[in-house]
């Protein structure tokens, strides 16, 4: 019996909540032996799970830190806030025959346990949260830094949407493959549209910078037969000022009785919990160029639950909307205008758009997506 190639999934992450690295777990798991570092495993089965505490960032440590990012000594940064230098000689000992890196935070300590790297960038990097000086100050030359240093050495690049692609390639010329945020196909009825209850859905990180009170607000230019519901994940390291920001939106939503906070249901739950909507709503304002070109798991988990869709004019999401005949594009991102869009709706209109949801569902999915990485896989090992 041929032994099975190893491959090492690093994953600064805990997985309950991240769909995109769950999925790429499941994909590789039957064909190789798959180990996880991660900070909290999930209960995959036939997998090695190494959980790790996340480095506790204490004022000492993130002052230092501080310090370091603004000399431009990025490497002893990057160990100063990622503490897990003492994992790389028992990992080397493993010899696996591939690291996957997920994001850029996984680059560094992957080439420091092999050369034989494959990344995969949920975000375009040096420019995640472009709009935060924060970020500007401390940790955009970081972020360029890594990319510049190692993305011309992986063996392999994947990442969400061709916008990113576009930038890696322009910037780093390498090309990334394309692997979506789809979830598995599932084979949802189609919910019929009663025009008495137009029931909308929200579902995502509960983050001040995508600002949730828009699609609270476009409750107000709706007539009341229009409910929405969020369920809103609060972010597993949450700063005190998201914490407060999601307070304060639970407190305004307890004065409007069409909106009602939903406990959230782990990623693989979503579809199952979400079918019983009409239309998933998502603004999101382009504030930072990830935003600009987000092609999220909200957008394919309202498509496999079989939602008609009411987006922003974001150009990835935009794309397959408009090929998939499957929802509404505003024409900014204001409240006002989505829900103009939104009553322009009859029950009719909003069936055939489940019904090409349906018809979508079948090609943006997971399955399609595992052939395509595995056969990235095959090739680099």
């Known amino acids: 019996m041929t032994k099975k190639k190893r491959i090492l999934i690093l994953a600064f992450n805990k997985l309950t909540h991240d769909a995109r690295i769950t999925r790429q777990i499941k994909f590789l798991k039957d064909d190789y032996q798959v180990d996880v570092f991660c900070f909290e ?9 190494i959980e790790v505490a996340q480095t506790p960032l204490t004022r000492w440590r993130k002052a230092k830190a501080a310090i370091l990012l603004l000399g431009r000594q990025y490497e002893r940064a990057y ?12 990992l080397q000992d493993s010899e696996y025959d591939l690291i996957i890196a997920n994001d850029v935070e996984a680059l560094h300590m992957a080439f420091s346990i092999s050369n034989k790297v494959f990344f995969d960038a949920h975000e375009y990097a040096p ?7 924060w970020f500007r100050i401390f940790f955009q030359g970081f972020n360029q830094y890594f990319c510049e240093k190692y993305i011309p050495r992986v063996s392999g690049m994947t990442t969400v949407c061709d916008g990113l692609a576009d930038e890696y390639e322009a910037n780093f010329k390498v090309r990334p493959d394309i692997i979506t945020n789809a979830p598995n196909y599932q084979d949802v009825p189609i919910k019929a549209t009663n025009s008495d ?67 959230a249901v782990p990623s693989h739950e ?29 957008l394919f988990e309202f498509i496999q639950a079989r939602l008609a869709v009411a987006i922003g004019p974001s150009p990835e999401m935009k794309k397959i909307v408009e090929e998939y005949k499957n929802g509404i594009v505003s024409k900014n991102f204001s409240a006002q205008s989505i ?33 395509i990485l595995l056969e990235l896989i095959k090739k680099m090992i």
């Not at 495993?41 to 799970?49: E, H, L, Q, R, S």
């Not at 420019?127 to 000086?133: G, M, Q, S, T």
């Not at 019983?276 to 798991?297: M, R, S």
Request: hydrophobic share 40%.
């Open 270 to 298: 979503v579809v199952g919990r979400i079918k019983q909507y009409d239309i998933g709503l998502f603004l999101l304002e382009p504030v930072n160029f990830n935003y600009t070109f987000a092609l999220p798991n909200k």
């Open 127 to 133: 420019r995640h949260f472009e709009d935060k000086l």
């Open 339 to 371: 829900a103009n869009s939104i009553k322009k709706l009859s029950a009719e209109d909003l069936d055939k758009m489940k019904s090409q949801s349906a018809k979508a569902a079948t090609v943006l999915n997971a399955e399609n997506n595992k052939i």
């Open 41 to 49: 495993k999930t209960d995959i089965a036939d997998v090695i799970f």
């Open 197 to 263: 209850t137009i029931k909308i859905i929200h579902h995502g990180i509960a983050n001040f910078s995508r600002k949730l009170e828009t699609m609270i607000e476009v409750m107000d230019y709706l007539p009341t037969h229009y409910t929405l519901d969020l369920m809103l994940v609060t972010p597993a390291y949450a700063s005190k000022k998201t914490k407060r920001y999601i307070a304060d939106l639970k407190n305004f939503c307890k004065e409007k009785s069409s909106i009602t906070i939903i406990p």
């Open 79 to 90: 160990w100063m806030m990622h503490h897990y230098k003492d994992h790389i000689t028992k």
